[in-house]
Each structure stands twice: as C-alpha cells, then as structure tokens.
C-alpha cells in the first residue's frame, strides 16, 4: 500500500482502503476528466482538489479542468444557481448568450482532452452546455449537480433541461434534490478529506495562535460560521441569533469566516450587508480570509464550542461535515444536506429561524456534557459516512456501472 493511502487506512481503516483498490483495479489508466468554473472557494472546488489527487494514487489518469468566463456569464450562473434554488429570477437573454458563447470558446480550448476521455464528469449548470459542443465525444459523459433542484423557478429549468438531458447520467447529493431526467440518476452525497489542512489534527498551539491573532479570548464561549458570503447562507440571521443569545451568556464570541469565490459576483454586496448588521460590536468579527486558509479555518472550527451553518438553502454543506469532524455539535439550517449530517439532539440541532438557533446555542453553551457528547458522535459519523474514501468509492462504482451498462454486480476481487 502506498504513502498516501496508508494514511487513509490510519484514519477509515484498511479494509475500506482495500475496497478502493479493488474498484480500482480494472480501472488502471481510465481517462477521467473533472470539469468545473472555480479552482479556489467553495464545495465543489474544496471536493476536487483532494478527490483528483486519491483518484489519480488508485491509477486513474485523472484531471481536473476549469473553464473561465466573463462578468456576463457568471452573472448568469449565479441566477441560475439562486434560480435553481427556488428564486423566482430569470437571467437576462444577454447573459445567456454569454452562457452559451462562453461555452462554445471553453469547448475549442478543451475539445481533445474531452473527446478522447473514457469520463467526463461535468459539474453544475456553469459548464453542462459542453456536452452539446463536443458531438464527437468517445467516453461517457456524467454531470454532477450540486445544487438542491427539488423546487426549480420553472422557466429557468426549463431552459438548462437540453443542456442536461444528453448525459449518459447524473449525480444528485440528496435523492430529493434530483429531477426526472431521461437517464440514470445516482446518489452520492459529497465528503470531507481528512488529511487535508482543513481537516487533519492541528497543535494545540496553533489554536491557541489563531486564537491570538484575532484577539478571541480563550474564556469565553466562541461560536462559527465559516462560508462565502451568500444570502442563502444567512449570515445576518446568525449576527441576530448572537444578539438573542448574548442576553444570557454575555460576552458570547461570533466569528463569520468567509471569502469569495471567483464565481460568485454578489459576494462583495452581501458582506456590506453582513458589515452593517454586525455594527461596531468587538464580539462579532467578520473575517475575510485568503483561499487557501485552510489551516486557519481548521483552528478556528476546532476553537470553537459550536459550530453553525444557519442556511436557508444548501447543497450538501461541507462546513457542517467540517464542523462535526472537529467533535463539534453543529446547528444547521433544516435544509438540503444538512439534514443529512445534522441529526437532530444527536449530532447538533436542525433550526428554521434565528430565533430557535439562539434557544439551541443558549441550551448547548450552558450544558457541557451534551455538547462533549454530541460531538464525540459527530466526529464518528462522519468517519462512518462523510470521508473522502466512501466518496471516491461510490465514483469508481460508477464508473464501472456507466462503463460496463446496468451490471448488478462489479467484481473487485
Ligand atoms: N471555505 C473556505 N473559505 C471561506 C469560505 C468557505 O475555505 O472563506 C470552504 C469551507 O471550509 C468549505 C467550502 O469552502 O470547505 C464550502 O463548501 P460548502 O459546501 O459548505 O458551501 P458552498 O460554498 O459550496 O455553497
């Protein structure tokens, strides 16, 4: 067994590891190809960085592209993306001709990695238009939503329906968020790489200098909410669920950890807004940290006596995986994936306003058995169902399944 996958055997133990060598055995040398809009920020970005490199230690020729565009285009897809969550908004025909161009000029850059590969897996809306730009495609083509599509704004849907609908299939996080399409959809929900810098343990100390360098007092309760700064997130709702709270436990710690991704352009608005709610109050500290933070966010979710992710929509969540992974209790938004990963009174607390994640906060601040005991659940939890090394299993499943048509069994032996 290599290096690296003696490490993942450390940490999920080796006969999940022998399990992915045996998928991967008569996968040796398959062309895969990933394909997204950001390399830095955000889940799908976090996913890939580490999946591509575990994919390419199992011997898959694996690859990773990203494909780039203009003010218009990711303004259409970041209405795609609030549309697809249910807001009632529609993209402007300027922006979808951005779309499409900005597809078709992605295409004549990628065209012989893609024609050429066994896999393609497209992720989201951003680039799915570049299926119906390579006609000559050799492999089999898989698109991987992200994205809760369980209540579409109609009109948008319908109109990424024919850029979609060609796949050999897709990936859905959550069977609720699918969407009938005219071929296989699979479920695998997304993951956290333990090894990572976002993930591994850390020192002590460097807790404690993180603690430092934002002036976080050790004595006093501390409570995050690491995310972009995205409505859907609701970062005010937390600054308002900390001022309930602080009522009764005075002196309570905020910290709102964010960034941008290069994909999403009203980030910069929703941080004024998260600015003006959170005033001049010291206790609230609204950080803004560089992309590759990683151990930074580490430390502050492992300082942390709970962490939130209050969202109003999500995906799947990996900073509530993040969060449990650290044996912390997480209080998420009763939404999307969060559902899957928070179980309520076991691993943290679902909530659907502010209000009851202030009831919870105050509850867990002031119980320190059951939030030591809810987190020694978390970090299980997620060893059981949330590592990297279940995911990348369930991809190399899949690709024998698209590979080989609807087998029932796939011999790894
Ligand atoms: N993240 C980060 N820096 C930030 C904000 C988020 O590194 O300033 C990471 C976070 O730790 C997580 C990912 O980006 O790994 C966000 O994934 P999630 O599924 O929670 O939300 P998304 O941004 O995909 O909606």
Redesign the pocket.
């Known amino acids: 067994m290599s290096e690296l996958l003696s490490k993942y055997a450390a940490v999920v133990g080796e006969d999940v590891v022998d399990q992915l060598l045996g998928l991967a055995r008569s996968l040796n040398g398959l062309k895969v190809v990933h394909v997204n809009s950001t390399r830095v920020?955000?889940?799908?970005a976090?996913i890939l960085t580490k999946m591509v490199p575990l994919m390419q230690e199992l011997g898959l020729d694996t690859d990773w592209e990203v494909i780039t565009g203009d003010e218009q285009f990711y303004a259409c897809t970041k209405t795609f993306h609030n549309a697809l969550q249910g807001n009632p908004v529609v993209p402007t025909r300027s922006q979808l001709d951005a779309y499409e161009a900005v597809n078709a000029a992605n295409a004549d850059e990628l065209r012989d990695t893609l024609r050429d590969a066994d896999i393609v897996v497209i992720h989201d809306p951003q680039p799915a238009p570049l299926l119906g730009q390579i006609p000559e495609r050799r492999g089999r083509w898989v698109w991987r939503c992200?994205i809760d599509l369980s209540r579409p704004h109609r009109p948008v849907w319908k109109y990424l329906y024919p850029h979609v609908s060609g796949y050999d299939g897709s990936i859905f996080s959550l069977s609720s968020f699918a969407r009938r399409l005219p071929h296989p959809c699979y479920l695998i929900p997304?993951s956290?790489d333990p090894l990572a810098d976002?993930n591994c343990d850390l020192p002590q100390e460097e807790i404690d200098a993180v603690r430092q360098q934002f002036n976080l007092d050790p004595d006093r309760f501390l409570v995050t909410q690491?995310?972009?700064f995205?409505r859907f997130?609701d970062p005010v709702g937390v600054i308002n669920a900390c001022k309930m709270v602080r009522r009764y436990v005075p002196g309570l710690q905020l910290v709102l950890?964010?960034?941008t991704?290069t994909d999403d352009p009203e980030g910069a608005e929703v941080l004024r807004e998260v600015q003006e709610a959170a005033g001049s109050d010291p206790d609230t500290r609204i950080l803004l940290?560089p992309?590759d933070?990683?151990r930074t966010?580490n430390a502050l979710q492992r300082a942390s006596d709970i962490v939130l992710?209050k969202s109003t929509r999500?995906?799947?969540?990996?900073?509530?995986t993040?969060g449990l992974w650290k044996g912390k209790p997480v209080i998420g938004g009763n939404v999307g994936g969060i559902r899957l990963q928070v179980h309520d009174h076991h691993t943290g607390f679902l909530v659907d306003t502010p209000e009851g994640a202030a009831v919870r906060m105050r509850y867990l601040l002031a119980h320190d058995h059951a939030r030591q005991r809810m987190g020694t659940r978390a970090r299980e939890f997620v060893r059981d169902n949330y590592l990297l090394t279940r995911h990348v299993t369930e991809y190399l499943a899949l690709f024998h399944t698209v590979l080989e048509g609807r087998s029932e069994r796939v011999e790894v032996a």
């Open positions: 920020g955000g889940g799908v976090e992200h997304p956290i976002k690491v995310s972009r995205d997130k950890a964010g960034g991704a940290l992309a933070a990683h966010i992710q999500e995906g799947f969540g990996l900073t509530v993040e």
